[in-house]
């Protein structure tokens, strides 16, 4: 896919503007937002563009400014600013409020140093959202800097480069710790833009497996919600679906349950059941026929209230059926 196709492929994967809708593009002049602001143009959007000009590199901060008049088209925004990366970036975002949805530059290159910035400073992974609350969108996270370099020269784009990105914690981060990490490991880069993508558990979830975790009960279980349990026996750890009504057929792993019996209900094999009427343990059961215990707990069981009243494939019961894929 070309640059353009994996840009237009992300806005409608992910809802971020509408086919053919208005959005306007904060620009600095450099490689990224200049791409980015070509890129929705020829996308056939209804592009506008805003520079901030916070006048922070005197001549240098002027000639960004014009660039982005002259050639991009830009209204240019004088905002004085001072204070850091993030006081600067929420004065852009503040300036331009109001001005429906704003488009940012921000590539999988700046996803890749926020999740290393946030990991050192605040000891998580969480990266750049493609869509703010506020209504700004990152139509480029899918692309790498040297991807929107590669457009701009391919299109004849000139663009401005920030001679005070190496004073930076990104300038640092770009220029000295990213280089060694590739040194450890070619992937790095890539292994850090999957950190970025991970998603947190609900916080419910969370605190019930660590609860789980943290408990100094030999075996636990916890229902954590959507038909689904969490299952702890000593030093192990699985998830298992909690009890399902076996009304009519229920498929449970590789197995079709069927019965018309009341009452009864399919799930996973727990420490302690035995066979209903009998002092016979299922774990017992599980031996003689010669089950693998790394299957036991995906084994389904068929039961009366604690009581189980068939194990499929094992042990046969009136009035309910089995069948195993093979």
Same mark, same amino acid.
């Given at each position: 896919?070309?640059?353009? /196709?994996?840009? @237009? !492929?992300?806005? =409608? +994967? %992910?809802? $971020?503007?509408?086919?053919?809708?208005?959005?306007?593009?904060?620009? &600095?002049?450099?490689?990224?937002?200049?791409?980015?602001?070509?890129?929705?143009?020829?996308?056939?959007?209804?592009?506008?563009?805003?520079?901030?000009?916070?006048?922070?590199?005197?001549?240098?901060?002027?000639?960004?400014?014009?660039?982005?008049?002259?050639?991009?088209?830009?209204?240019?925004?004088?905002?004085?600013?001072?204070?850091?990366?993030?006081?600067?970036?929420?004065?852009?975002?503040?300036?331009?409020?109001?001005?429906?949805?704003?488009?940012?530059?921000?590539?999988?290159?700046?996803?890749?140093?926020?999740?290393?910035?946030?990991?050192?400073?605040?000891?998580?992974?969480?990266?750049?959202?493609?869509?703010?609350?506020?209504?700004?969108?990152?139509?480029?996270?899918?692309?790498?800097? /040297?991807?929107? @370099? !590669?457009?701009? =020269? +391919? %299109?004849? $784009?000139?663009?401005?480069?920030?001679?005070?990105?190496?004073?930076? &914690?990104?300038?640092?981060?770009?220029?000295?710790?990213?280089?060694?990490?590739?040194?450890?490991?070619?992937?790095?880069?890539?292994?850090?833009?999957?950190?970025?993508?991970?998603?947190?558990?609900?916080?419910?979830?969370?605190?019930?497996?660590?609860?789980?975790?943290?408990?100094?009960?030999?075996?636990?279980?916890?229902?954590?919600?959507?038909?689904?349990?969490?299952?702890?026996?000593?030093?192990?750890?699985?998830?298992?679906?909690?009890?399902?009504?076996?009304?009519?057929?229920?498929?449970?792993?590789?197995?079709?349950?069927?019965?018309?019996?009341?009452?009864?209900?399919?799930?996973?094999?727990?420490?302690?059941?035995?066979?209903?009427?009998?002092?016979?343990?299922?774990?017992?059961?599980?031996?003689?026929?010669?089950?693998?215990?790394? +299957?036991?707990?995906?084994?389904?069981?068929?039961?009366?209230?604690?009581?189980?009243?068939?194990?499929?494939?094992?042990?046969?019961?009136?009035?309910?059926?089995?069948?195993?894929?093979?």
């Amino acid at each position: 896919m070309t640059p353009a /196709e994996r840009v @237009e !492929a992300s806005i =409608r +994967e %992910h809802d $971020l503007i509408e086919p053919g809708g208005a959005v306007t593009c904060l620009v &600095s002049g450099g490689a990224d937002s200049t791409c980015l602001w070509h890129v929705l143009c020829a996308l056939g959007y209804e592009v506008a563009a805003v520079h901030v000009n916070h006048g922070l590199r005197g001549d240098e901060s002027e000639a960004d400014a014009r660039f982005c008049r002259d050639v991009l088209g830009a209204e240019v925004i004088e905002a004085n600013g001072e204070g850091s990366e993030a006081a600067l970036r929420d004065t852009r975002y503040r300036v331009t409020a109001g001005r429906g949805l704003r488009a940012t530059g921000h590539t999988a290159s700046d996803q890749v140093e926020t999740v290393l910035y946030r990991l050192v400073s605040r000891g998580d992974t969480g990266g750049i959202e493609r869509r703010r609350a506020d209504g700004v969108v990152r139509p480029l996270l899918d692309l790498w800097r /040297e991807d929107t @370099e !590669a457009y701009c =020269r +391919e %299109h004849g $784009l000139e663009f401005r480069l920030d001679s005070s990105n190496p004073g930076t &914690s990104r300038g640092l981060i770009r220029a000295e710790i990213l280089p060694l990490l590739r040194r450890l490991h070619p992937s790095a880069d890539t292994n850090l833009l999957h950190a970025a993508g991970e998603r947190r558990l609900p916080r419910r979830v969370e605190e019930a497996l660590l609860s789980l975790l943290a408990s100094r009960v030999g075996s636990k279980r916890i229902d954590l919600g959507a038909g689904l349990q969490a299952v702890r026996e000593y030093d192990r750890v699985w998830l298992e679906p909690g009890p399902v009504a076996l009304v009519g057929a229920v498929s449970w792993g590789a197995w079709t349950i069927e019965s018309d019996l009341p009452g009864l209900h399919v799930r996973g094999w727990r420490a302690g059941d035995r066979l209903a009427g009998r002092r016979v343990k299922v774990q017992d059961v599980f031996v003689d026929a010669k089950v693998p215990r790394s +299957e036991r707990e995906a084994w389904p069981l068929v039961v009366r209230g604690d009581e189980v009243v068939a194990v499929p494939g094992i042990v046969e019961a009136p009035g309910i059926t089995a069948r195993r894929q093979p």
